[in-house]
């Protein structure tokens, strides 16, 4: 007897989740979030990989690595009388531009697949807010040239060398390698080819930045 | 024959119990109102409040604030704990910038009395800090385009505000010049102005990085 | 909007006490299904007790069904939540071994720690093997590095994969459930004679 | 002490399935296992031979260079839940019982070396799968994860092939 009782209310079981599965269909995806949350802005900082630094990007351009998009966020005026090579100027304030359709008008330009877009400026301060503003639209792949190019002039145009007391054999390879750099980025008439310099900077460049598997599966 | 079953059987009031209990949870949910932090500014409103850099605070006002020790003022260090506890601006509280948004400082940062000053380990940490409080409509919150060090050696050590790296985004160096007296240098200045305005409409994109999570 | 703590909702200090408040909940769920018993763990293997199947599939289909509800009433956010990255071939090689683990073993790192909690020694056994497994597999690391990396499709949606909803993929999924749930209760008549009696 | 029945396998599903949901709603994540025991070897590791954590790249992914302990993760604490529910169901059901569950066809010995080796298999296999059946199958189905699925089909295919070479142990 009690059986058949079982049997009647797995049956008015099967038919609740039947009708749910119905329901299911008809509940779309949402759509995703136009904006990244402060908080997640946040976390992508705080995670240590919103900057490239000078060493990393002198040797993706000496290696004529195609995937370094550089994008210049001052103004016109500033960038037609100094840019790094190949870099493309974009104003701050046309940074978020919209077209007719309302899509951002950079946001597909910077994000051709597996690219990797350091802004820079003078320091690193309009670059940052660059940066903020493209993380929070779902920019892709986008960070901040670390100390900009003041940073750039004091560590890859006229390298400090390390003082003997204190140097590690690192800081001596780096030296090398921004000499070489120098000479690269100088102009200087003996065509040093940038390959005969053996890298010296300790993280792959090419591999990008998010290669340590985040804290996560068991 | 009596299937021997070593489990107890299905009954309808387990079922409305859980339909009781989710209709508890529910109600639980409708009336619980998110006050997650969310942006006040939109996008463009934010870019127009941070060119013209507003809230940005000089050398010399900071000099001003450390010497008179205004206590209209609190000063809160970005920097992670090991770098504040080694060296900080008397009377600063550290809050990493990783936790800025937690509930745990609501009430030090989005309050009437005091102005807060946000400093770091560089100007782009701050300024990064800043928007993301300015855009949720923190009030009375000021940056600084300096770090804690330039404060350090600068104004408490010695009274220099304006030497050294005061304004980060100042142009330190005639940059072309220098270069080509490294070399004679050809100034690299192709810019690639592109009008590419043909841009593909908006895939929806999930997120290559793996998160934080797991079992 | 959930994940709340994650979403800055909740203070971060109370991550941890929700992960033990739940993982009582979810021990003494399993414990009461009786998944502290390798015998009822294994039944579904030799056809006399489906019950790892019926538990795993509902819990399955409650989860889906809540998640796909909440997202859409905007109460998750589905892009904050971790889904599991696809290495194919690691899973491939990995879930065989574990397949292979749980027909000798009888338990999964779940379960045994609920049957160590009752006294069950076998499974206090089955842990320290599970710890001298990851150890092995942490010492070879270098060896199964590409493996283990290989292979990856990121975190990939079914529902993206079939180009359908989540909603119509957990449809399809209710659907393939209800049909074992039944399926397994014809085979279990079957195969009911087969189940002993560990009564030691 | 008079044992309980066990609980119905559906409503026993419908409380986990509110769990799992619980656990994406407030922390991100889904319900773990075998990430317990990786953070355990890992900090064990760590205390005896640091340096051999650093290089070696599957404890460094973990111990985050000594900055946190890897025993402070969510899983962990979880894990830790699962133990002390686990206690409380049985002592509520009455199965509490110090002994070694085996087939009456197995001396007791045989069933912890079988225990052994297929928790040594399970700990290399979870490693690999990046979860287990609580951490990767259950929790990955829950959130549409096509890992989720793999991990499901190469587990219980496996276990069912296994299961028939292994037939003696059990029936």
Redesign the interface.
């Known amino acids: 007897m009690a059986q058949n009782k079982q049997i009647k209310v797995y049956v008015f079981l099967t038919a609740v989740f039947m009708v749910l599965g119905i329901i299911m269909i008809f509940i779309p995806d949402k759509e995703v979030e136009k904006e990244v949350s402060p908080h997640v802005v946040i976390k992508i900082y705080n995670h240590g990989n919103a900057y490239y630094t000078t060493d990393q990007v002198a040797k993706l351009i000496m290696d004529g690595n195609p995937i370094l998009q550089l994008v210049d966020v001052r103004s016109e005026e500033e960038f037609s009388k100094f840019s790094l090579k190949n870099a493309i100027n974009i104003p701050l304030e046309e940074l978020i531009d919209k077209d007719k359709k309302g899509n951002y008008v950079w946001r597909d330009y910077l994000k051709p697949e597996k690219k990797i877009t350091v802004f820079y400026s003078n320091g690193d301060m309009t670059a940052a807010k660059a940066w903020t503003l493209a993380t929070r639209l779902r920019f892709e792949n986008i960070f901040i040239l670390d100390g900009g190019l003041n940073n750039w002039i004091e560590t890859i145009i006229k390298p400090v060398e390390p003082q003997a007391t204190t140097a590690t054999p690192e800081d001596y390879n780096v030296y090398q390698f921004r000499k070489a750099a120098s000479m690269y980025f100088g102009g200087a008439t003996a065509n040093v080819a940038p390959t005969s310099v053996k890298s010296t900077v300790k993280k792959t460049v090419v591999k990008k930045k998010k290669d340590v598997e985040e804290e996560g599966g068991c | 024959m009596e299937e021997r079953k070593d489990y107890a059987p299905f009954e309808m009031k387990h079922f409305y119990g859980v339909v009781v209990f989710l209709l508890i949870i529910l109600i639980g949910m409708l009336s619980y109102n998110s006050n997650a932090p969310h942006y006040v500014k939109n996008p463009s409103e934010s870019l127009v409040h941070i060119i013209d850099s507003a809230g940005l605070l000089h050398a010399t006002q900071m000099a001003e604030i450390l010497y008179l020790e205004d206590s209209l003022y609190q000063i809160v260090d970005l920097r992670k704990p090991k770098f504040f506890l080694n060296n900080h601006i008397e009377g600063s509280i550290n809050i990493p910038i990783g936790r800025i948004l937690d509930k745990e400082f609501l009430h030090v940062l989005n309050q009437e009395e005091k102005i807060t000053i946000l400093i770091g380990s560089r100007s782009s940490e701050s300024v990064i800090a800043y928007m993301m409080l300015a855009d949720e409509g923190y009030a009375n919150i000021r940056v600084v385009a300096f770090s804690v060090d330039f404060v350090m050696s600068n104004i408490v050590e010695k009274y220099a505000p304006l030497s050294g790296r005061y304004d980060e985004e100042r142009t330190v160096y005639d940059y072309a010049r220098v270069i080509s007296e490294t070399g004679g240098s050809t100034i690299s200045s192709e810019t690639v102005k592109s009008n590419a305005k043909k841009i593909a409409p908006v895939k929806k994109k999930k997120k290559a990085e793996e998160e934080e999570g797991g079992c | 909007?959930?994940?709340?703590?994650?979403?800055?909702?909740?203070?971060?200090?109370w991550?941890?006490?929700?992960?033990?408040?739940?993982?009582?909940?979810?021990?003494?769920?399993?414990?009461?299904?009786?998944f502290?018993?390798?015998?009822?763990i294994?039944g579904w293997?030799?056809g006399?007790d489906?019950?790892v199947i019926?538990?795993?599939?509902?819990?399955?289909?409650?989860?889906?069904?809540?998640?796909?509800?909440?997202?859409?009433v905007?109460?998750?956010?589905?892009?904050?939540?971790?889904?599991?990255?696809?290495?194919?071939w690691?899973?491939?090689?990995?879930?065989?071994?574990?397949?292979?683990?749980?027909?000798?073993?009888?338990?999964?790192?779940?379960?045994?720690?609920?049957?160590?909690?009752?006294?069950?020694?076998?499974?206090m056994?089955?842990?320290?093997?599970?710890?001298?497994?990851?150890?092995?597999?942490?010492?070879g690391?270098?060896i199964?590095?590409e493996?283990?990396n290989g292979s990856a499709?990121?975190?990939?949606?079914?529902?993206d994969?079939l180009g359908v909803?989540?909603?119509?993929?957990?449809?399809i999924?209710?659907?393939f459930a209800?049909g074992t749930?039944?399926g397994t209760a014809a085979i279990?008549?079957k195969y009911?004679h087969?189940?002993?009696?560990?009564n030691? | 002490m008079e044992q309980k029945k066990y609980m119905n396998p559906y409503l026993a599903g419908f409380i986990m399935g509110l769990v799992l949901l619980a656990a994406f709603y407030f922390s991100a994540e889904g319900l773990g296992g075998s990430g317990a025991p990786k953070r355990i070897v890992v900090s064990a590791v760590e205390q005896i031979a640091p340096n051999h954590v650093y290089n070696n790249g599957f404890y460094n992914k973990y111990s985050k260079d000594g900055e946190k302990n890897p025993l402070s993760n969510w899983v962990v604490f979880e894990v830790l839940g699962v133990l002390a529910g686990g206690f409380l169901s049985g002592a509520f059901s009455g199965r509490l019982k110090l002994v070694t569950e085996h087939s009456p066809k197995i001396t007791s010995k045989k069933r912890l070396w079988m225990a052994l080796i297929g928790g040594v298999l399970f700990g290399i296999g979870s490693q690999f799968g990046r979860g287990c059946t609580s951490g990767a199958a259950l929790s990955g189905m829950a959130v549409f994860s096509v890992a989720g699925y793999l991990t499901l089909i190469a587990i219980f295919g496996s276990a069912f092939i296994v299961g028939k070479f292994v037939k003696k142990l059990w029936i």
């Open positions: 909007m959930g994940p709340l703590v994650k979403m800055g909702e909740i203070a971060t200090g991550d941890f006490v929700i992960a033990f408040v739940i993982g009582i909940v979810f021990g003494i769920a399993m414990e009461q299904a009786g502290s018993s390798s015998k009822k294994t293997i030799f006399y489906f019950t019926r538990v795993f599939f509902t819990a399955a289909i409650v989860a889906m069904i809540g998640l796909v509800v909440m997202q859409y905007g109460w998750i956010n589905f892009d904050e939540l971790f889904i599991n990255p696809t290495y194919l690691s899973i491939v090689v990995g879930g065989s071994m574990m397949g292979a683990g749980f027909a000798i073993g009888g338990f999964c790192p779940g379960t045994s720690v609920v049957a160590v909690a009752i006294g069950k020694k076998d499974a056994v089955f842990f320290v093997g599970i710890l001298i497994g990851v150890f092995i597999f942490s010492e690391y270098p199964w590095e493996l283990y499709y990121g975190q990939l949606l079914i529902s994969v909803s989540k909603g119509v993929w957990a449809f999924f209710i659907i209800f749930f039944w279990r008549k009911a087969k189940e002993l009696d560990y030691n």
